[in-house]
Structure formats: C-alpha cells, structure tokens
C-alpha cells in the first residue's frame, strides 16, 4: 500500500512537473508571437515569462492579470513607506497616491471579472489617470525629489504594464469585431419611449424631472437644512448616516435644501449611487477654497469629489472661492463612473471642474473659469451647457478645456455638444485684453472635440493654443464641427497635424450613444439626452 502511495506521488509530482514546463513554453510562444504588438513588447516578455500566473488563459488575460499583481506590489509599497523624511506637501502627495493605487488595485479586480470590452478599458483608462495622478501631486507641490522614493515598478515599469493592457485590450475587441462576432459587452443601445436612454432606473427619472422641492423632500431619504430643519445641517454628515442607514447600493436620495454649505465633501468608492438633489442653481450652494498655492494637490483642492459610482446631482451649485490668484483650486471633482449633472452650476477660476476619469454626462449644466477650467482624462459629454469665460489674471490667457489622454488606446476625451460659450459678465468689459481658446493638450494624446456649438467673439481665431512648443501637436485629436457664432470661424486655426474639421462620420463618433458606450444609464437617470448630432 505504500509503495502504492509513493507511486501515486511519483504521478501527481511528473504530472505537475510537465504541466509547469508546458505552461512556461506556452508562456514563451506568448511572449514572442504576442508581445511584439504591443507598446513595450520588452516589458511585456519580462513579465510575461517570468510569472506563471495561469496555464490555462489567454494572452489578454494574462497580461491583465500580471498588470493587476503589480497594481497590489506598487500599492503595498506606497502603504509601507517611511514617512519620516517627508515634509508636509510631501505627505499630502503621498495621501493621494495611496487613495489613488487603492482604487487602481480596486479597478484591475473589476477588469479581471468583466466581459465588457468598453468597461475594461474605461477601468483600465482610469487606472491610467490615476497613475498620473499622483506623480502630479509630486510635481505641483514641488515634492518631485521624494518620488525616488518610489519605485520603478511605480513610475515606469507598471505605467508600461497598463499600456500593453490597453493595447492587448482594444486589439482582441477589434479582432472580434472584424470576425463578425459580438464586441464582449456591447450589448442593444436602445431609447426608451420617452425619448431617454435606458440608463438610470425609472424612478431617477421621475425625480431628475420633478420640478417642485416637495417632490424632492418626499423622495429623499435624508433632508439636509443649513438652518436645522432637516435630518442633518451639513452635506457630510448625511454622508456618513447614508452608509449606515441604506442596504446594499441601491439609489439613496439626499434633498439639500436651499442655502450656503461651506464644508469639503467627498462621495466615497464605497458610497455608489448617491443623487444629491438641491432647491435650484443659486439657491443650494457648496463652497470652498482649498488650493494649490495654499498646499492642496489640485486633486485634493475639490470642493466636492464624487468617487462612488452611479453619482447624480441636480439643481446645486458647486464652488471654490480661491480666486485667480491661487491658481489650481477645483470646484468640483468627479472619478465617479456613469455619473450625471443635470442643472447644475461649477464655479471657479482655475482648475473649476476636475472630470478625473471614467463616464460622465452634463446636460442643462453652467461652467465658470479661466485657465483649464474643463480638465481631466475622463470620457466626457457636455450637453445644452453654458461655458463662461471669467477675467483671468493680467499674465494668463484663457483656456476651456486640458485633456489628460497620455495613451493613445484609453477611450477618454472632452465632447462639447450643443453647448454655447461665451463671456461671464466680469470679462466683458475687457474681454479685448485677454485671449482665449477652446483648449490646449494637458498630455501627448489629449482629445477635445467641439460640436454644434455657439462660440462667442472672445474665441481666439487660432481657436485652440500650445501647451509648450510642438508637444502633442502631432498626437493629440482636436475637431470642431458645424458650430456657430461669430468665434466658430476655421478659417484661421491652427494648422497642427492633430487638428480636424470633422466630418459628419467624425462627429458621430463623439455623440452619447458612441461615446459613452450606449449612454442607458443616462436616460435612466431621467436626464433627456440628445441621441445623435
């Protein structure tokens, strides 16, 4: 009998032992036939070959699920990290990193789950914002000299790793595509009766269109009253009861009545499907001030920040009061998927509205600021918005948007539809000595389209401006089409390589439906929503 036993041993250990080595030669054909399309195909051989993750998966899922072990390695070390030696600006750049490789780890889960083509590569878009992000903090803070701190894994090895994820990512989709099978997750995109995508759930739509504060009071399951008439005096606190009070994630309604809120609010990850509805736009009003020049990372500067997904505000104006002065100082900050503003008011200087990453829609919504004040590397859609231009400082022009694209496979960018933009009321007795322009590339690939838009006289004839030198100008992706007004004028503009007069073909491809994966869960929020051109 024991003999019998060590000879099943013998089989178990041969069996696991040719396993292994049929995994590694598998890896290694991977490797050389696979690896040599992506971005860092060095990168990619290294990684690939060196960590048997899975005999049995495919390329794709392999190089996800090596780029998802060193999210969690990069992530257990910024949480190791020796703090000792940093100063103050130093540490609050660390915070963010921390927060920001947390949610990139939280990300990577997800893709590993999903069948969903457009969801991977939202996630892994994110996950590249992220990771930008916090060597912004760095940079801004004048903090650069702590990042040796951080190592390569962080800064350029895993910034590879999610580039070859996306690159694998995109190339299997357009693979299936063109054998004529279902993109993964591509689902029917459909309007409903009424004339809204099916995004949200009927009874969004029922409260986004009610148009009375009693309708509102009754649906909400916290009252915030500044003057104690509610549940709660602040926005945070209700917050924080919401964890408590609801069960599991469904849609958790906070009437904030009208009045001045001068608190910093953050939605959390965990806090998913919240709907802020306030008494109107000037009448519910969150301020603050924090900012950069005063030690804030710009990503920290929000006023309010929304993380949790399925995020939705109504009738609220949102605030920082730094001033042009203080530079970077955000008003509003959204990382939150599928998120929807819908009458609401942004209103800063600098830095006004923060669309960090993933999907997001603004209908019927008013934007105020001076210098990237439409910023970020979210996928984005402005709908029926006003864009103010407010008086910079006498040394700084103007300008509306910054995109943040740094690879050209994230599915990210700024689509400006049916919007109009034109001067705040401080501006326009001066508006002749400042320039301004519709945006100008924040990183190599940033993306920023214009449609069916009233652009004012402030707009600069060259319409879109540098960011330094020929940067981007070859890789970036800017397009205007069928605007009006006395700006909209292309006979002047820029003559870059990445600067398009889009066709009709071009332009479609930057409306709800193709640009934001269908845009159901816009129309389920009960926002009405412009299907095409």
């Known amino acids: 009998m024991d003999n019998y036993k060590l000879f099943v041993r013998v089989l178990v250990s041969l069996s696991s032992l040719l396993s292994f080595v049929s995994w590694v030669a598998n890896a290694d054909t991977i490797s050389s036939s696979s690896c040599t399309q992506t971005p860092y195909p060095q990168i990619c051989n290294s990684f690939i070959t060196s960590n048997p993750l899975a005999t049995s998966k495919g390329f794709r899922d392999v190089a996800l699920t090596v780029t998802m072990n060193q999210a969690q390695l990069a992530h257990n070390h910024i949480s190791s990290i020796d703090l000792s030696s940093f100063d103050q600006l130093a540490k609050a750049a660390w915070a963010d990193c921390l927060e920001l490789s947390n949610d990139t780890v939280s990300k990577l889960n997800r893709v590993l789950l999903s069948n969903s083509w ?66 993964p997750g591509g689902g029917a995109r459909r309007l409903l009766s009424d004339g809204f995508p099916s995004w949200v759930t009927a009874a969004d739509r029922k ?36 964890s408590k009070l609801r069960s599991g994630t469904s849609r958790f309604v906070i009437y904030v009545k009208k009045g001045t809120y001068k608190e910093n609010v953050e939605i959390t990850k965990s806090m998913k499907n919240i709907m802020l509805i ?10 603050g001030g924090k900012n950069v020049q005063d030690g804030s ?22 605030q920082n009061t730094a001033g042009p002065q203080k530079h970077q100082a955000v008003a509003f900050r959204s990382g939150s998927d599928q998120s929807v503003f819908y009458q609401c008011s942004f209103q800063g ?54 995109q943040g694209r740094s690879d050209p496979n994230e599915n990210t960018g700024i689509s400006i539809h ?116």
């Open 278 to 287: 306030g008494d109107g736009i000037g009448a519910t009003i969150v301020t």
């Open 118 to 183: 457009e969801d991977t590569q939202t996630w892994l878009s994110a996950a590249v914002a992220n990771h930008q992000t916090c060597q912004n903090g760095f940079m801004e803070l004048n903090s650069a000299s702590f990042m040796s701190s951080l190592p390569s894994i962080l800064l350029s090895d895993f910034s590879k790793l999610l580039s070859n994820s996306l690159a694998v990512n995109k190339q299997q989709a357009a693979s299936t595509l063109s054998g004529g099978r279902k993109q």
């Open 418 to 533: 049916n919007c109009k933009i034109t001067v705040a009321s401080d501006l326009k007795a001066v508006q002749s000595s400042y320039k301004t322009y519709l945006g100008r590339p924040w990183k190599e690939y940033s993306r920023t389209v214009v449609m069916k838009t009233y652009l004012d006289t402030l707009i600069d004839p060259a319409g879109w401006l540098e960011w330094s030198g020929n940067f981007a100008l070859t890789t970036l992706y800017y397009g205007e089409y069928g605007n009006t007004g006395s700006g909209s004028s292309t006979s002047g503009r820029v003559k870059w390589k990445g600067y398009h007069i889009m066709t009709t073909s071009d332009a479609q491809k930057f409306t709800v439906p193709n640009f934001l994966g269908g845009g159901s869960w816009i129309g389920a929020a009960g926002v009405p929503y412009t299907s095409g051109l």
């Open 297 to 318: 990372t710009t990503f920290r500067s929000a006023t309010v920040a929304a993380v949790g997904d399925g995020f939705i505000a109504k009738a609220m104006t949102f």
């Open 349 to 402: 200087y600098q830095d006004t509205l923060y669309v960090h990453s993933q999907r997001q829609f603004y209908r019927n919504c008013d934007i105020y600021g001076t210098v990237d004040f439409i910023f970020g590397d979210a996928a984005v859609v402005f709908q029926n918005c006003n864009i103010y231009v407010r008086k910079p400082m006498s040394n700084q022009k103007n300008t509306i948007t910054a």
């Open 207 to 242: 409260l986004l269109q009610s148009t009375t504060a009693t309708a509102a009071s009754q649906a909400a399951n916290i009252v915030v009253a500044a003057d104690g008439s509610g549940n709660y005096k602040t926005i945070s606190q209700a917050l924080s009861a919401s």
